[in-house]
Each structure stands twice: as structure tokens, then as C-alpha cells.
């Protein structure tokens, strides 16, 4: 049996939850079809239950208990943990958000489990099936088999496994409500509401055209010839994350898991080597340039066009032509 | 307060790792290496909470030999002592073994905070410090941006996904993951390398490591898109990129 988490808040699902059935579909596929159950945890989340329970799945567990909100670490894993026993899953999918990240690795340690996060693909190694994530910064793909007794616990990348491919069921699956064992006293931790920082009005996401710097760029002086190359080409200007944590652009100005996803017409990267968090944030953009002076920089990956070599020349050569015209 | 500081030694970021044979692991007898950079502002918000309300910061790694380059680092940037839990077996390995020998070397100590980057350059598993804290039964907090220490308890801005934060409390002791960019970053000044070379490392011998998961294929990652390189001078190149991006993709005017 392939186990999935489903992840809410508020009674909303997150999207990557059908990325995740999907990703347990293709699972189950490969190893004769084993049942796919999905289970979603909250306070109440009937109604969210409801919605997982048009995927083609066995059953939709809504894991119950006034504690399981606010989200904890030490609430989920109370719970998760004789759930997991009881129903003695293979495998446990969960998608790689922040709350995976959160609470999966104590849940691993706690049960002694195999946990492979991350994942962008599925493979086949010894006759079973390896999990395919990206390391050393995007420049390798490893397949990885789990090791030790059962079940793995799998992360798996935003957006490597499409929503829309989640089959759906011809009858919605049966949802059962269990109400979880869970000591309130255990929880350690005490979250407050979530907030937003006050932000200025950039909204990379409507952008048509962006120019984005990565590390190449440097220092902070170099940054005005991105700024004219971005002005010619009536676009935004972003950065990647290193560039904001610098304090040489403010954080809204950052594209990446941790700040924006954008998808413009135009991306143009300058010296961005395009690490995994930098690209899950633009890899949609529908025409990508990559200007680096490294041959082997991830960010050729998905790029349409790519220039190798000192962006320090190209880009002065750029706003020169582009003013020619 | 008795703050611990884990961090690891990778391969620096400008390598560019080739595989081995077994296509299992990189070749790293050719690589350089330096401090994960997450780790590196971790270290940073332990020296920082150290110079507010005293105590002593320890540096714990695990890993070859050839870690004690970062450790030296660290020291030299301000840490008190360090603790190198030492074993081959650990270049490799995944975060349940990792996390295995630091809570076996860590756990006499009694620390009051423990601080993690939130994950590694090299494998990016983004598990120590959350498994860490379950090894040593404290509570813990992930991607923190913001630490304070209030009455003996902690308090520490999370990041969530999409530009919003959160704050939680917690009670002492309890591990932190901490996000890159929470501070800015210092360097050793030559007085603290020189300081440095007489700051104690405690060598631990790391028992049996078990990874839970093993690589069995390593290789470039299939490209998703046809990419047209475009060579030539850069004025020559600009040209040519203006022009496809005008007449080809429709991405300019």
C-alpha cells in the first residue's frame, strides 16, 4: 500500500497533494498496482477529504484531532506515528513543501525509516523501484533505492509529477474519518498566525520580461548594467537568492522557491547557475536565456538560448544592439 | 548559553563534480572544498547569540579527516572548541547516518540550542537537523529567519513558502535549521587564526554508520529543452540572440 499526506491549511488543499497522488499512481503502477490511500490531517478537514476523494485512490483517511491545528512538528509526527503503524504503508509520499520539510525527517527518525526527499522522477534498479533526485546544486541526477525494512518515506519536488495527470475515479473513494491518538501535552512548539513582511508593489509574476542576476554578477556595483539592459527590454529586474540575502536587491525581488514563481515571456538569466530553488521559480517562463560563463551551470538545462561566456562583455554588446534599434 | 553549531564540509560550489567509476559518488580526491553555506550562517547566529547572552559556541562535524579545514575555519571565526565525529563512511552518507553520529557525539554535552543549516550544497537532503532533534529529544523549528531568546525560551521567525513567515515559541533546549541570509556573514580576522590553532577539536570515532538509502546511478541530468548555444564574439553573439529573440521565440519587440 502506497500511503499519501495530503497538506491543508485552513481547509484548503495544496495543489502539490495531486502532484503527490499523481506520483503515488505511477508509483502503484510500477509495483502491480499496489492501493494508493490518501490521508489528510487537521482539525476538521472533512470537507478537504472529500475533495482528495475524487482521485483514483482506495481510500481517503481524514485524520482528525483539535491539536493537528495550527500545523506542528511535533503534533503531525504524534499523530502520523501510529497511523503509520496501523496502516503499514510501503511507501508514504508527501509533496517537498516547507511542512514536509518540517515534520518528515522527524517522523523517519522516529519510526527508523528510509527517507528519500526531494524526488523529481521514478526508476528501476536490483528489480525495484530507485527514486531520481537532483544533487550538487542541480550539476547530478542520482537514483536511489531505499534501504532497511519498510516503509520509505518519499518528498517530492514541486511541479515534477503534473496535478492534472492524477487520475480521477468514476465513483469518489470512501472517506474514513479516524480520529487521531494524540496527546496534546507532547506538542512543544506554539505557532503564532501566519503574516506577510510589508512589501513593495513588485509583482514579478506579472511581469512580461525578465532580467534576472545571479552570483556571477559579482558585486553590487555591476548591477546598474542590468538594470539598463532590463530597462531596454521593458523588463522586471530579479534576482536569485544569494543576491537578496546580500542586501544588494530587497527580497520581493527574489525568484525562487523561497521568494516569487514567475513564468514571463521572456527570462533572461545572467550569471544564475540555476540550482534547483532558483529554477522551480522560472522554469515555466516561456522563452529562457541563460548567459553564464560556466558550460556546465544547471541553468543551460532549461534554457532556450544560451550564451557561454563573460557576461561582463555580453551584456555591454547587448544593450548595444538592442539601442541600435 | 551552550550553543552547538553543526556544519558540513562540501565541494565547493565552482567544482564541477565528475562521477566515479561505480557511478555511486563523485570523484571528490579531485575536489575542493568549504563550508556549506547554509551552515555558514548558522555558525554566524550562534556567534551572534553568544555575544548577547554569553556562553560558548561548539562546532560539531562529521566527516572524513579532511574536514577539520572548515572546523578551523569556524574556530577561527569565533567558535570556542569543536567536536569532529570522524569517519569516511560519512563523506556519503544520507541524513539518518549523519545525524546518527552527531547525536551520539552530542549527547553528553547537554546543549542548550543546537543550529543546522537547513540543508547541504551536495546532497541537499534537508534532513540532520530535523532528524538531530528527534535523536536528542528537543523540539525543533525549520528555515528560520529570525532567533530570540526571551526567559530561558525561544522565539524564531519561520519561513513559509510564498513570502510569508510565522513565529514560534518553543522551550530550551531545542535545534534550529537555520535559512540562508538571516544575517550577514564574517570573516576571520588574522587574529582569530591565529587563536584558532590552539582551540580544541575532541576527535570522536563514529560508530557503525547505516544509510538508509544508497545511490545506484549518478549521472547529468537529461537536459528538458533543446537548447541553441549561440558562439561567437559578444558582440557577434548579442546580434545573434537579438535577432532570434525577435524574429524565432517573438519574446521582443
Not at chain 1, 14 to 27: D, G, I, M, P, Y
Not at chain 1, 61 to 83: C, I, K, N, Q, R
Not at chain 2, 219 to 234: D, E, L, N, R, V
Request: with cysteine; charged share 25%.
Amino acid at each position: 500500500m502506497i500511503l499519501v499526506i495530503a497538506e491543508q491549511r485552513d481547509g484548503q488543499l495544496n495543489k502539490a497533494s495531486w502532484e503527490v497522488v499523481t506520483a503515488a499512481q505511477r508509483l502503484s503502477a510500477r509495483i502491480g498496482g499496489a492501493p494508493v490511500k490518501v490521508a489528510v490531517l487537521g482539525a476538521a478537514v472533512t470537507a478537504a477529504a472529500g475533495e482528495m476523494a475524487g482521485a483514483a485512490v482506495a481510500e481517503v483517511l481524514a485524520v482528525e484531532h483539535p491539536a493537528l491545528e495550527p500545523y506542528t512538528a511535533d503534533g503531525f509526527v504524534g499523530a502520523l506515528e501510529p497511523l503509520v503503524a496501523s496502516q503499514a504503508p510501503d511507501y508514504v509520499i508527501v509533496a517537498h513543501t516547507y511542512q514536509a520539510r518540517d515534520f518528515v525527517p522527524k517522523l523517519a527518525a522516529r519510526i527508523d525509516a528510509a527517507l528519500i526527499t526531494d524526488v523529481v522522477g521514478l526508476a528501476e534498479a536490483e528489480g525495484r523501484p530507485a527514486f531520481t533526485r537532483l544533487v550538487f546544486q542541480g550539476k547530478l541526477a542520482a537514483d536511489v533505492l531505499p534501504e532497511g525494512k519498510p516503509p520509505c518515506l518519499v518528498t517530492c519536488q514541486a511541479g515534477a509529477f503534473p496535478a492534472d495527470a492524477a487520475a480521477r475515479g468514476a465513483a469518489p473513494a470512501p472517506v474514513t474519518t479516524v480520529a487521531a491518538t494524540l496527546d496534546p501535552a507532547s506538542i512543544r512548539q506554539k505557532p503564532e498566525a501566519p503574516f506577510r513582511e510589508a512589501r513593495q508593489a513588485v509583482d514579478l509574476s506579472q511581469a512580461a520580461r525578465i532580467v534576472a542576476v545571479g552570483r556571477g554578477i559579482r558585486e553590487q556595483d555591476k548591477l546598474p548594467m542590468a538594470e539598463e539592459l532590463a530597462k531596454l527590454l521593458g523588463a522586471e529586474l530579479a534576482a536569485s537568492r544569494p543576491i537578496c540575502d546580500a542586501g544588494w536587491l530587497p527580497p520581493e525581488r527574489q525568484v525562487g522557491s523561497s521568494g516569487q514563481t514567475v513564468a514571463p515571456k521572456l527570462y533572461l538569466a545572467l550569471g544564475v547557475s540555476g540550482a534547483i530553488q532558483h529554477a522551480v521559480g522560472m522554469k515555466a517562463s516561456k522563452t529562457i536565456v541563460a548567459i553564464n560563463k560556466d558550460a556546465e551551470a544547471p541553468i543551460f538545462e532549461v534554457a532556450d538560448y544560451g550564451i557561454v561566456g563573460d557576461l561582463f562583455e555580453v551584456v555591454p554588446a547587448l544593450i548595444k544592439e538592442l539601442q541600435k534599434s | 548559553m551552550k550553543i552547538a553549531v553543526c556544519l558540513k564540509q562540501v565541494p565547493s560550489r565552482d567544482w564541477q563534480p565528475r562521477v566515479n567509476e561505480a557511478r555511486t559518488w563523485v570523484r571528490d580526491a579531485e575536489a575542493t572544498f568549504e563550508m556549506n553555506e547554509p551552515d555558514a550562517y548558522a555558525l554566524e547566529e550562534g556567534l551572534r547569540l553568544k555575544e548577547r547572552h554569553g556562553g560558548e559556541v561548539v562546532v560539531c562535524s562529521a566527516g572524513p579527516a579532511r574536514v577539520s579545514q572548515v572546523v578551523r575555519e569556524a574556530l577561527a571565526r569565533g567558535a570556542d572548541r569543536a567536536i569532529h565525529v570522524e569517519s569516511d563512511a560519512l563523506a556519503a552518507a544520507d541524513g539518518a547516518a549523519v545525524a546518527g553520529a552527531l547525536a551520539d557525539a552530542m549527547g553528553g554535552e547537554a546543549f542548550d540550542l543546537v543550529l543546522t543549516g537547513l540543508q547541504s550544497d551536495d546532497q541537499g537532503l534537508a534532513q540532520v537537523g530535523v532528524a538531530l532533534a528527534e535523536r536528542l529529544g528537543m523540539p525543533h523549528a525549520t528555515i528560520i529567519m529570525e532567533v530570540k531568546v526571551e526567559d530561558g525560551a525561544l522565539r524564531v521567525k519561520r519561513e513559509l513558502e510564498g513570502g510569508w513567515f510565522q513565529w514560534v515559541a518553543m522551550p530550551l533546549p531545542a535545534v534550529l535549521t537555520i535559512q540562508s541570509g538571516i544575517n550577514q556573514l564574517r570573516y576571520a580576522t588574522l587574529k582569530g587564526i591565529m587563536a584558532a590553532k590552539k582551540k580544541e577539536i575532541r576527535k570522536v570515532e563514529a560508530a557503525a554508520c547505516a544509510s538508509r538509502q544508497r545511490i545506484v546511478n549518478l549521472y547529468a541530468p537529461q537536459k528538458t529543452k533543446q537548447t541553441t548555444m549561440i558562439g561567437g564574439s559578444a558582440a557577434e553573439a548579442a546580434a545573434e540572440l537579438v535577432k532570434r529573440l525577435r524574429d524565432e521565440a517573438r519574446a521582443i519587440d
